[in-house]
């Protein structure tokens, strides 16, 4: 790896760092504004995780710049219905003030010299309907002592460590429903305000594009800007919604057209791009490979069987195949859960067998099996009414596409199952892709990727702010609260399947590296 490929994948890097970051500190900002605005104590608010950077105390609350950019968190009072962190029996030091209330709970007395040292006989830091605040503690001469506690009284543990008190007013535990509604759902909510307000960004800069069949910008050396399409296959088309009807039609990697260049008519027999969604293959367009069946390109599942570029494919399944119009129809009607391409790889013959994507998928999707490309753009314009609307549609078929790849994974004809989800590995190599396509592209995949967290999060799984909503909704229905500890103990069960999750799908992303 050279200097420069080194110095490119540090950019990647500091890219989807800062991407992560920022979708997810977005997410607990939502959070943390609502639990302010309901009097719940915030302990930290933090962006990055592990060691901290610098903090600021301003009121209660801490906010931290910690050293792994990925990420951040909001550490409510009550959240887990923690109320206490001692215990009756345990041995604990306090510090009182000049009136004797205590002021400090000292559960590493290394940390500082107590005043007073005991056993914890009896305690309330909850203080329900206000009530006071008392510790008793059985002292060194036998005697037990009640002390009064302060509201914003204060533990101290570990190496310069310290955490406010929870008494019932400031606990998230102790608000209404609808205070805790808003403050679980306002996470996600903000994952979704942050995706609206970049795709308007992206519709804004980008424009809407035109209807025109006239070539803006070609990435097709065959075409020339302003070339003026008149002809697909034979088919007259006045413009770009009549070139992408014809694609249906197109069997062949040359497509016979006709073009307006310079006030001439021309006819052109047009090397396009084929992508078979279903099978995952791109096709070769390279001088020295365009007109035989060789691989320019590959999908996941595809890449992951072992093909490589340039491959040359001698047969699918049973069908022999020497050009790319050959395999274009076997793609187009094809029904099978799996292929299987036999190649010849620098003379050697290799045969690979993988899943495909059944073309219900891909048309729950949005997409077609076999996608074809003529490689230009037509250009956009500036429309005002476009930037209105049209972040809201993308916002919508994010949300759909969601839904529909998560109903793919309970369905065992889809072709899709958890080990296609991409992990912290995977979102990476996207974030990256995306990125070399320049910084609207990027921010369109932001709003994607934040659409994706926020919708994960309402999932109604324990562990996430969804599960936590639909506990939440039993509090409403029935009246009754479910035990702090139950609730705790299920979260905790759930976090750690979801971590397991995260580790299966975090290898998979590896081995697709190496594969």
């Not at 302990?43 to 801490?62: L, N």
């Not at 910084?439 to 995949?445: E, I, S």
């Amino acid at each position: 790896m050279d200097f420069l490929q080194v110095l490119s994948l540090l950019g990647d890097i500091i890219t989807f760092l800062i991407v992560l970051t920022a979708i997810i500190s977005i997410h607990e900002f939502g959070h943390f504004i609502f639990a302010k605005r309901a009097g719940i104590l915030i302990h930290e608010f933090s962006i990055g995780m592990g060691p901290q950077i610098v903090a600021r105390k301003k009121g209660d609350t801490k906010y931290a710049l910690r050293a792994i950019p990925l990420g951040g968190y909001v550490a409510m009072s009550g959240e887990n219905g923690d109320f206490s962190l001692i215990s009756k029996g345990s041995v604990i030091g306090i510090c009182l003030n000049e009136i004797g209330l205590v002021t400090d709970i000292l559960l590493d007395r290394h940390q500082r010299k107590p005043l007073v040292v005991g056993e914890v006989v009896d305690f309330d830091l909850y203080g329900k309907n206000l009530s006071e605040l008392f510790i008793e503690l059985k002292l060194e001469d036998g005697t037990i002592s009640r002390y009064q506690v302060t509201r914003d009284a204060k533990y101290h543990y570990g190496k310069q460590k310290q955490i406010q008190i929870t008494p019932e007013e400031s606990s998230f535990a102790s608000k209404s429903i609808w205070e805790r509604f808003l403050v679980l759902f306002m996470g996600p909510m903000m994952n979704f305000l942050l995706a609206i307000f970049l795709f308007i960004i992206v519709a804004g800069f980008q424009g809407k594009p035109s209807d025109t069949n006239i070539v803006h910008e070609s990435q097709n050396p065959q075409l020339l800007a302003g070339d003026v399409i008149t002809s697909i296959n034979g088919i007259s088309v006045e413009n770009i919604d009549d070139i992408r009807a014809t694609y249906a039609s197109i069997n062949s990697h040359v497509v016979p057209i006709e073009v307006i260049r310079k006030g001439s008519s021309e006819s052109i027999s047009l090397y396009i791009s084929v992508h078979l969604l279903n099978i995952g293959l791109v096709n070769h367009m390279g001088d020295d490979y365009k007109d035989g069946a060789y691989v320019g390109g590959l999908y996941q599942k595809a890449s992951s069987a072992g093909l490589k570029l340039n491959d040359q494919i001698i047969k699918i399944n049973d069908t022999p195949v020497n050009s790319w119009s050959d395999i274009i129809p076997l793609a187009r009607n094809y029904n099978n859960d799996q292929v299987t391409v036999v190649v010849n790889r620098e003379g050697e013959t290799l045969s690979f067998t993988y899943d495909v994507l059944p073309h219900d998928t891909l048309e729950k999707l949005g997409h077609e099996s076999v996608s074809i490309r003529f490689l230009f753009t037509n250009g956009t314009e500036f429309d005002l009414l476009y930037m209105l609307y049209n972040p809201f549609q993308r916002f919508g078929s994010s949300i759909t596409e969601m839904f529909y790849t998560l109903s793919m994974l309970f369905d065992g004809s889809s072709g899709v199952g958890v080990g296609d989800l991409a992990g912290p590995v995977g979102i990476f190599s996207l974030v990256s892709n995306a990125a070399q396509g320049g910084v609207l592209n990027l921010l369109a995949f932001v709003a994607f990727l934040s659409v994706n967290i926020g919708l994960m999060n309402l999932l109604p799984i324990p562990a996430l702010d969804g599960g936590r909503l639909l506990f939440l909704g039993y509090e409403a229905v029935t009246k009754k609260k479910i035990p702090a500890k139950f609730e705790a103990a299920v979260n905790n069960v759930f976090f750690i399947l979801l971590l397991v999750l995260f580790i299966f799908v975090t290898f998979g992303d590896i081995s697709r590296i190496f594969t």
